[in-house]
């Protein structure tokens, strides 16, 4: 079974700060890899969506890379602002659907 | 474009009842996923179809879960009966692939007693 852990559970940040934020997979049978953000009391947003073809996704300041051999996928935000604050989810997609437990991130005004 | 909805967002239900939760996927979304969240457990797929179809139901937890769709813009979970233990977030996501950007719903938060 899938397994996808993401490290560090909380992180909190001045604003401004560059940050990474850190996906592993179990196993590397997959069809891509979604970073997603979740808002307190709400349902998730999707970020990035990266195929197993692919190395790396890019959306404003948001750039999400994948490296299937090692099972990992990073989340690096440039430039964080208070209105990043939110639990960031990664999900594995194979023959399943596995999601991380997320990293809970603060962004310090 | 409304987005995936859920009704109803919440629901307080007492231990043995029936509890049916609705999800009204995207227009032209081929895929529809049902997760359940809770602090212990985080995000569990409990069963996705597609084009109408149950493609993979092993995240059911048993036999009082069952999930229906009987056409394109319409899909229930139903719980019969309810327990305590089934209290948690409810989400319906879509897609228009099984293998795409899947949208999620708000949610629907279920409290039984």
């Known amino acids: 079974k899938q397994e996808v852990t993401q490290i560090p559970a909380a992180l909190s940040v001045p604003e401004g700060e560059n940050l990474v934020l850190n996906c592993s997979f179990t196993?590397?049978?997959?069809?891509?890899l979604q970073w997603f953000r979740q808002d307190p009391g709400k349902g998730l947003t999707s970020l990035l969506l990266?195929?197993?073809?692919?190395r790396e996704q890019t959306s404003g300041r948001l750039n999400a890379s994948l490296d299937k051999s090692s099972g990992r996928s990073t989340l690096y935000i440039a430039a964080s602002q208070p209105g990043d604050s939110a639990t960031y989810l990664c999900?594995?997609?194979?023959?399943?659907?596995?999601f991380g437990t997320g990293t809970s991130l603060t962004v310090i005004p | 474009d409304a987005g995936v909805i859920q009704s109803p967002r919440h629901e307080v239900t007492e231990m043995g009842q029936e509890v049916t939760l609705r999800c009204k996927p995207i227009?032209?979304?081929?895929?529809l996923f049902w997760y359940r969240q809770t602090m212990m457990r985080g995000l569990e797929l409990l069963i996705y179809?597609?084009?109408?179809?149950?493609?993979?139901d092993s995240g059911m937890p048993e036999d009082r879960f069952s999930a229906k769709m009987p056409n394109a813009s319409f899909s229930t979970l139903k719980i019969q009966p309810s327990e305590p233990r089934d209290s948690a977030v409810y989400f319906c996501?879509?897609?228009?692939?099984?293998?795409?950007?899947?949208?999620f719903g708000p949610g629907t938060r279920l409290l039984v007693l």
């Open positions: 179809f597609n084009n109408n179809v149950p493609i993979d």
């Open positions: 990266i195929q197993s073809s692919q």
């Open positions: 227009s032209g979304h081929n895929s």
């Open positions: 196993d590397s049978a997959i069809y891509n």
């Open positions: 996501a879509s897609s228009t692939t099984p293998k795409e950007t899947q949208y």
């Open positions: 999900a594995a997609s194979g023959n399943q659907f596995y």
